[in-house]
Each structure stands twice: as structure tokens, then as C-alpha cells.
């Protein structure tokens, strides 16, 4: 059983990604997330860098989404994902598959939020982000301010795979992490 804590996280993650609010985490929903992203970073939508960023969010949805469809019907309810994600945080210290994976989703957020590809994201990349998933600006600046740990103006790479990590993963209600988008009520 999840604990509290980590059930509210994931379902906000649930719902960050659920763009269209359907209950449903679908291949629509990444892809819109795609061409909200694209129009406030005014790249073309047939650009490199949009088929870069298209690709990246097709990646995820096969990837890390897909994976929770348990019963096959191309969407993932909230239920399936709490399911999937209990068992990983079950098994996570003991499985070096699971804790890879989640690496490597947390790196291709990264390079997704990481708009100018300079290897780390500002205030404004990560408010696009936000913006473009239905969250404000205020609840960018409030994860912007817990995730940034050394307070240099950036989040760093390492910084927010150690986020991206207690987010998902940590009891802790003191985690920097737990702020990943803004708040988890
Ligand atoms: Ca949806
Ligand atoms: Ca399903
Ligand atoms: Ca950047």
C-alpha cells in the first residue's frame, strides 16, 4: 500500500500529465504536451526541434506510460498508475531495472525542460513547462525555489534527478523533491 504522502504525490503526477483532464493518461495527452511546449517556445511545428521534442514526449508515453496499461485499452487510469507505481516504490532498492528506468525518465524530463539545451534549466524553462501542463507560474516559482538546492539560479541536472527521485519515491515530508510541481494537495 502506498503511504499517504507518496499516494498524493502520484496522483498529482497523474493529473499533471492527464493534459485534457479526461481521467486517462493517454499518447494524446504527451503529445499535446508536445505542441503546447512548441508554441510557447514559437518553434514550427514541422522545425528539428519540435520533431526532437515530439519524439521525446512518443518515447515517454512508450516508455514510462504505456508500461501501466495494464489491461491493454491504450490509456492508463489513475488506478493502474497507483498499482504500478506502489509495486516500483515496493521494489525499487532491491531492482537496478527500476531505479535505471526512473533514471532515465528523469533524464529525458530534464532534456525536455532543458529548452536552450545548456545542461540546466532556468526559472523561465521551468515555468514553460508548467504553463504548457496547466500548472501557473506561481507554482513554478515555488518548485523552482525547493529544487534549485544551492541557490545558483539553476536547476542542475544532478539536482533534479535527486528531485525527480524523492518525488516519486520518498516518505520523507521534508524533501525538497515533494515540491517537484509546486505543491502535491
Ligand atoms: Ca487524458
Ligand atoms: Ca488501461
Ligand atoms: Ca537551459
Redesign the pocket.
Same mark, same amino acid.
Request: proline share 0%; net charge negative; aromatic share 0%.
Given at each position: 500500500m502506498l503511504s499517504q504522502l507518496l499516494q498524493k504525490k502520484h496522483t498529482k503526477n497523474f493529473h499533471v500529465y492527464d493534459l485534457d483532464r479526461s481521467g486517462f493518461v493517454e499518447h494524446a495527452d504527451l503529445e499535446r504536451c508536445a505542441s503546447n511546449l512548441a508554441k510557447l517556445r514559437n518553434w514550427q511545428p514541422d522545425s528539428p526541434d519540435f520533431l526532437d521534442l515530439q519524439a521525446k514526449f512518443s518515447a515517454i508515453w512508450t516508455n514510462f506510460w504505456q508500461p501501466a #496499461?495494464?489491461?491493454? #485499452?491504450g490509456?492508463?487510469?489513475l488506478e493502474?498508475y497507483l498499482k504500478v507505481a506502489d509495486n516500483s516504490i515496493t521494489n525499487f532498492s532491491d531492482s537496478t531495472v527500476l531505479q535505471d528506468t526512473h533514471t532515465a525518465k528523469a533524464n529525458v524530463i530534464f532534456d525536455v525542460l532543458d529548452a536552450n539545451n545548456n545542461g540546466q534549466i532556468s526559472l523561465s524553462e521551468y515555468k514553460q513547462f508548467c504553463v504548457a501542463v496547466g500548472l501557473t507560474e506561481k507554482d513554478a516559482e515555488t518548485a523552482f525555489a525547493h529544487l534549485n538546492h544551492n541557490a545558483d539560479g539553476y536547476i542542475s541536472r544532478d539536482e533534479y534527478l535527486q528531485s525527480s527521485k524523492e518525488f516519486h519515491i520518498s516518505e520523507d515530508f521534508n524533501a525538497s523533491g515533494n515540491w517537484l510541481y509546486g505543491s502535491y494537495e
Open positions: #496499461d495494464i489491461n491493454g #485499452d490509456k492508463v487510469s493502474e
